[in-house]
């Protein structure tokens, strides 16, 4: 198995939480598509690629086509993108992914989760060397050639392909700039895209004790629960 298929089994905290967080959160990621690229799927590849994950998470496609026509409208405020990097306890990497209408909220509650709970809040770029950012499909596996689908996705940008078990599904892994490309080959080719979204894969792991691990656990899970918080990645195992 390669190294971004461990981290996506090892990773204890999972990307979509309760179903209203579920919610909120692809309803954002609409929402910097739509005005980053128009309310056209049709056009608007990463549009198309969030509206099949609000599928997948089971999201009404009445909320999406709301979703999709506030975000269209002029009152829609805009969301700015921001990430933060910092340390948990016990030396544990943390990279927090936002989308808010307000930075300074955002930082200052960010701030507090860490202070409180034994984290420290560090500078942009400090952690760029301890991860990759991938861009992730998942599709079903039946009736399809690992090996030769691995070929294929060398020409566009893919890199890697593991097997899911759990899902019967294979999860391809490919470089950041190459969403789009990958995205358009695994249409053409007439695969379901059951997820695609854009990770971030640790090169090196940082392995505690149960305990020290629970410490970490409690941090992430009060930093997710923040309502401008996207995505929390770690390099905890």
């Known amino acids: 198995?390669?190294?971004?298929?461990?981290?996506?089994?090892?990773?204890?905290?999972?990307?979509?939480?309760?179903?209203?967080?579920?919610?909120?959160?692809?309803?954002?990621?609409?929402?910097i598509a739509v005005k980053n690229g128009g309310p056209d799927p049709d056009t608007n590849g990463r549009l198309r690629?969030?509206?099949?994950?609000?599928?997948?998470?089971?999201?009404?496609?009445?909320?999406?086509?709301?979703?999709?026509?506030?975000?269209?409208?002029?009152?829609?405020?805009d969301y700015k993108e921001i990430v933060y990097e910092a340390y948990a306890p016990h030396g544990v990497a943390l990279v927090i992914e936002t989308a808010t209408?307000?930075?300074n909220r955002t930082v200052a509650n960010v701030r507090s989760y860490l202070n409180k709970l034994g984290g420290s809040l560090g500078t942009q770029g400090m952690l760029d060397f301890m991860f990759?950012?991938?861009?992730?499909?998942?599709?079903?596996?039946?009736?399809?050639?690992?090996?030769?689908?691995?070929?294929e996705l060398?020409?566009?940008?893919?890199?890697?392909?593991?097997?899911?078990?759990?899902?019967?599904?294979?999860?391809?892994?490919?470089?950041?700039?190459?969403?789009?490309a990958i995205q358009k080959f695994l249409e053409e080719k007439?695969?379901?895209?059951?997820?695609?979204?854009?990770?971030?894969?640790?090169?090196?792991?940082?392995?505690?004790s149960d305990e020290e691990a629970a410490d970490v656990e409690k941090l992430i899970e009060r930093i997710e629960e923040d309502d401008d918080v996207q995505t929390v990645y770690h390099n905890m195992k």
């Open 190 to 208: 007439g695969y379901e895209i059951k997820q695609a979204e854009f990770e971030r894969i640790p090169n090196d792991y940082k392995e505690l």
């Open 132 to 151: 990759d950012r991938k861009s992730v499909f998942r599709i079903p596996a039946e009736g399809i050639d690992q090996e030769e689908l691995e070929l």
């Open 1 to 31: 198995m390669g190294r971004a298929f461990e981290y996506r089994k090892a990773r204890k905290m999972k990307r979509w939480g309760q179903m209203a967080k579920t919610f909120t959160r692809i309803g954002k990621d609409i929402v």
């Open 154 to 180: 060398i020409d566009v940008g893919g890199d890697e392909v593991e097997f899911d078990e759990e899902t019967n599904q294979y999860v391809i892994y490919g470089e950041f700039t190459a969403f789009g």
């Open 101 to 103: 209408d307000n930075h």
């Open 49 to 77: 690629a969030i509206i099949q994950n609000a599928k997948a998470a089971n999201m009404p496609k009445e909320n999406v086509d709301r979703a999709i026509k506030k975000a269209s409208s002029k009152e829609q405020e």
